[in-house]
C-alpha cells in the first residue's frame, strides 16, 4: 500500500480532532446530567440515593460506563479516546502522538468541556446553576490542603495511565482496554472522590468551573493531572524494555485500538 498523502492524513487528522471534541462534549453532557438528577431539588434520584456514598458509587458507576462506551464509539475508534489533556500529553511524551495533534486534541478536549455544559445547561435550564448541582463541578472537602489535593490528582492520574497503557501496549488484551479503563476511573473516584474530588482530568473540571464562576480551585484541578501525566510520560519513555503503544490518532478512521481516557467526578 502507498503511503497516504499530506492532505488525507489532515483530513484524517481533522477528523481526530472533531472527535475528541464531540466525546469530550458528550462526557461533560453526561456528568451535568448525572449531577442534576443525583443532587438537584427535583432530581430523579435524590431521594432513592440520599446518602453522600451512595451518590459516590452512582457517579463512578456512571462516570467509568460513560467513558467505557465513548472509547469503542465511532468517536473513541476514530482519535483514540482520550478525552482528558493529561492523557494526550503523556501520550506526546511517550512518542504515541504527535506534538501537532497533542496541541489540537487538547484544545479540542477544553472547548468540548466548555460545549458540553451549554447543552446540559439549555437542556435543565436554571437547575444546574443550583448550588447543589454547581454545573457538575467537584471539590475537595473543606479540611484538606491544597497540597494534597494537588498530589492526589497527580497520583490518580500516573495510576490510571500505568493501568491502561499496560493493557494498551498488548494487543492481544485490546479488547479489554474499555472495561479495564472504566473500572479504574471508577475505583479511583471511589478512592478520591470524597475527600480530594475525584477529577484527574482537566477537561472534566474546565467548563464546570468557568461556568459556576468558582474558580478558585481551577489551576490545581488544571495543572495537576498534567503534572501526574507528564511525569508518567517521561519515566515510561525512559523505561529500557517498555512495550509500545498504539499511535493516536489510529492510522486509518476506526482502525486500530482505542488509546486511553479518563474522567470522573464525585
Aim: proline share 8%; aromatic share 8%.
Amino acid at each position: 500500500m502507498g503511503t497516504p498523502s499530506r492532505r488525507s492524513r489532515s483530513r484524517h487528522n481533522w477528523r481526530a480532532w472533531l472527535s475528541e471534541f464531540a466525546a469530550t462534549a458528550i462526557l461533560l453532557l453526561v456528568m451535568v446530567t448525572l449531577f442534576r438528577h443525583l443532587f438537584g431539588a427535583e432530581g430523579l434520584v435524590t431521594c432513592a440515593i440520599p446518602s453522600q456514598e451512595g451518590r459516590l458509587v452512582a457517579d463512578a458507576v456512571v462516570s467509568g460506563t460513560t467513558v467505557a462506551l465513548l472509547i469503542v464509539s465511532p468517536f473513541g475508534r476514530r482519535s483514540g479516546g482520550h478525552m482528558n489533556p493529561a492523557v494526550s500529553l503523556a501520550f506526546w511524551l511517550m512518542g504515541a502522538l504527535p506534538g501537532r495533534d497533542a496541541a489540537a486534541y487538547a484544545a479540542a478536549q477544553l472547548a468540548g468541556s466548555l460545549a458540553g455544559v451549554a447543552v446540559g445547561r439549555l437542556v435543565w435550564g436554571e437547575q444546574t446553576a443550583d448550588p447543589a448541582v454547581g454545573y457538575a463541578v467537584i471539590r475537595a472537602s473543606d479540611h484538606i490542603p491544597w497540597v494534597a489535593v494537588f498530589a492526589s490528582e497527580a497520583a490518580a492520574t500516573a495510576v490510571m495511565l500505568a493501568a491502561v497503557t499496560f493493557v494498551a501496549a498488548r494487543p492481544r488484551l485490546a479488547f479489554v482496554l474499555p472495561a479495564v479503563a472504566g473500572s479504574v476511573i471508577a475505583a479511583l473516584i471511589l478512592l478520591t472522590g470524597r475527600g480530594w474530588g475525584g477529577s484527574f482530568n482537566p477537561a472534566r473540571q474546565f467548563g464546570p468551573e468557568l461556568f459556576s464562576h468558582d474558580l478558585a480551585w481551577l489551576w490545581v484541578y488544571l495543572i495537576a493531572p498534567l503534572v501526574g501525566g507528564g511525569l508518567f510520560g517521561l519515566v515510561r519513555r525512559r523505561l529500557p524494555h517498555a512495550p509500545a503503544l498504539p499511535t493516536s490518532p489510529p492510522s486509518a478512521p476506526g482502525d486500530g485500538v482505542p488509546a486511553v481516557t479518563g474522567s470522573a467526578a464525585p
